[in-house]
């Protein structure tokens, strides 16, 4: 079965609260259990020595025997101590007690006697005679009277009086520690429960549905601590897989969208042919179209497939060393039927005669060719196109500007993106949006840069390349 982090974290932490509680309950019983001894030993020890006043006035015949036993009464009751008072040879001649037929007179032959006679005070946890057969606590303290000993004082008190008072602190102790425990678990349960389950839970729910394809679903949470931080973390993670969805979604609609056009019209021309709705002698014209369109889409297919493996990275660049210059050069004729149709003015500036370059010649060349494309196709009639190398630090700028209406300031960050065109009825026919994202993949995996700067008076490309 598997185990649920709140088991286990409930039960780890109810381990350690209970030999921790456990722990302390020992300690306070054991130092308990000592303390009050010694009080007790203390008490009685204390009034033993105060009891030698009155023995020796008894011994001296000062006080009789009624006020002896009077005041050894009163220290019975109040220490609830049996006293026995004995001569040196340990024969009993004062008793706290009621039976005092059957103890005075007596001789008591403990071992404790010798040790009381010798001038030490004895301490003894047992049973101190016979009669008390249950276990006692003995002190015997000394009776010095001209400093010699003359005879001792027992005080002794039932072990099991001790041991009732123990016990009920005992389990004063236990039943404290019992409730801690019962007490520190239920808080330990609300909060581990607050602080890290629910919000895990929370977390984990919502990452359910977003695998299940919700992807509008975020974990709504606030703490400022380490579950907060993974919220936020989660949230901005599932931002990011519905941007991608998005894009996934943008892309598939925008592909068919873009390959219906020309699969429609030539359908359409196809199918009038075929029916004879077009004429024989009119045929050439159409197919002449309908090639003009199979080659827009090939265009984008291959487009389509250049940008599939330049962003997977599974595309490898052959760099070599070529010269720039003679490639724009190559390129502006390749464009020239379409420049002077739209009688632009053409100015081309090139450092140097020859201008070295580290890059891939071809895919440099797709770069010019596009952003040429389109300075031709956005540059006014009469307009002015100029190209431009220039050398700065070790890299070589070459930038393409045309004049013209220029991009719009809120649409300069979109221009990069697939399939963007900012006006999709004056491109309509021509590009297919995915140039700009192509140039930009090809200068990235150059580790170049692009840029664009755009104006009222016209827009200006710039990419940069590794000198040799
Ligand atoms: N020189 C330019 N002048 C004005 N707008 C431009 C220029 N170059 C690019 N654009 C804008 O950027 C969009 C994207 O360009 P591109 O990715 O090359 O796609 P396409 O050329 O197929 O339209 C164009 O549709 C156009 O709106
Ligand atoms: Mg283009």
Redesign the pocket.
Known sequence: MKKSLFTKLMSTNFIVLLISYCLVAVFLSLWFNNYYYNQRIRALVNEGKNLNQVVEEYINGEVDEKSLKFELSVIDRFLGARIYVVDRYGVVFGYSGDEEDQVMGKQLTNVEIDEVRSGNIVINRGTFIERLSSPTLTVGIPIIINNQVQSGVFLHTSMDEIKDTVDKVYFIIWMAAFFAIIISAIILYYFSNRILIKPLGKINHTAKAIASGEFDKRVNLVSDDEIGDLALSFNYMADSLQNLERMRRDFISNVSHELRSPMTSINGFIVGILDGTIPQEKWSYYIEIVHGETKRLIRLINDLLDLGRLESGEFSLRIENFDINELIRERVIKFEDRIEKKEVEMDVTLVGNRLKVKGDRDRIDQVIT?LL???I??VPQNGEIKIRTEIKQDRVLVSVY?N?A??PKEEIQY?WDRF????KAR?KG????????IARQIINQHNQNIWVE?GEIG?K?IFTLGIV
Do not use: R
Not at 420 to 423: A, C, S, T
């Open positions: 596009n494309d389109n300075a196709k956005f045309n013209g220029g991009i221009i963007h065109k900012v006006d491109t021509g590009g297919t949006g995915l140039g700009l994202s755009s827009t490309f």
